[in-house]
């Protein structure tokens, strides 16, 4: 893998010219951005036909300081061939973006991963926020694409340029302090989660990611009780080639502990529909247990082992499958109170 030296040029910006002015945003507003985001000139791996990618994207400013702002930003799209071959897939994407400036002109820095491929994303550019409302961004977007075939090859990766252009548009909805803490007190947290070591239901391997938002059910001083659903995205690769999919995740958690650190246990059941040559639906259950830690106010992370059990019902050969599988996850996210 070569080092690109004009993108560990760019990455030392953010620090030469930070901003100290101001960064106003009315009183009691909680901000929120709705975005599309198109990567161009991007290539997937060298001998592969090019693609192009659109994501419709959500964006919570998480953090604001005198001079800066942290987001978090999560993406749902399609990736399709820019060749005329009839091929396309589904994108999940996820970031973390800090933007430096004042009024209406930034500079934006970020880090992400997107699922569906996989790669890491990084980010830095201008972003111009017009009239208040509309989001404009031109920025230098590099990846790091992994084979995801061959996921713990260190050598099989590549970085690649890319150049993206996003256009949204920015609201704040004007809620209390008094009256988040009071009518949203429930709302837990929101998490996005990487499984590795996944097997699917016909033997392939493969990866799977979700965002999963849970909301407090039971709290005492060291225990805690969510639920919670989601969404989720995964690649499986077997003999018979890729296939991938959206999910849907529910469940429970409990967390134990005090102050930063916590033992978790819970159980999950996620629904899959798999269309086109895979046709059927799937479950799995998925008892977890792990640690979880919060990192200043508003942040956490998690680890777990997290085995399951495939339940599927493929259709037209009527048969029910189980298989066990052993697995782990890595998540992080953000607490709402």
Known sequence: MKVNYLFVLLMTVPILVGR??????????????????????????????????????????????????????VGYGKMFSTEGYNVSYNIFTTEIKKIFGKKTHFLETGVGVNFSTPHIIFRIGYRAELFDRILLCI??????????????????????NSLSLSLGYRFGIHISNE??????????????????????????????????LEISLYKTKKLLLTSGLGFGYGNSYSGKGRFSYNSFPIGFTMLYGKKKHFAEAGIRFTWMPIGGNNDGTFFTLQPEIGYRIHIGKRLFARL??????????????????????????????????
């Open 20 to 73: 100290t002015e101001e960064i106003k945003v009315k009183s009691g507003e909680k901000n929120f951005s709705i975005y599309f985001d198109s990567p161009l000139f991007y290539k997937y791996w060298h001998d592969v036909t090019k693609f192009s990618i659109v994501t419709v994207n959500f964006e919570y400013r998480l953090k604001m300081s005198h001079s800066n702002s942290t987001f978090l930003s």
């Open 139 to 160: 920025e230098y977007t590099p990846y790091l694409l992994i084979d995801e075939t061959k996921f713990y090859d260190p050598y099989r990766m590549e970085l690649h």
């Open 179 to 212: 009256t988040w803490n009071t009518k949203f007190n429930r709302l837990y947290g929101l998490q996005v989660n990487f499984q590795s070591i996944f097997k699917d239901y016909k033997g392939g391997k493969g990866y799977y990611g979700n965002l999963f």
């Open 304 to 337: 777990a082992y997290t085995p399951y059990w495939w339940l599927s019902n493929e259709e037209g050969k009527q048969y029910i499958e189980r298989s066990f599988v052993n697995s782990a996850t890595v998540g992080a996210g953000i607490r709402f109170h």
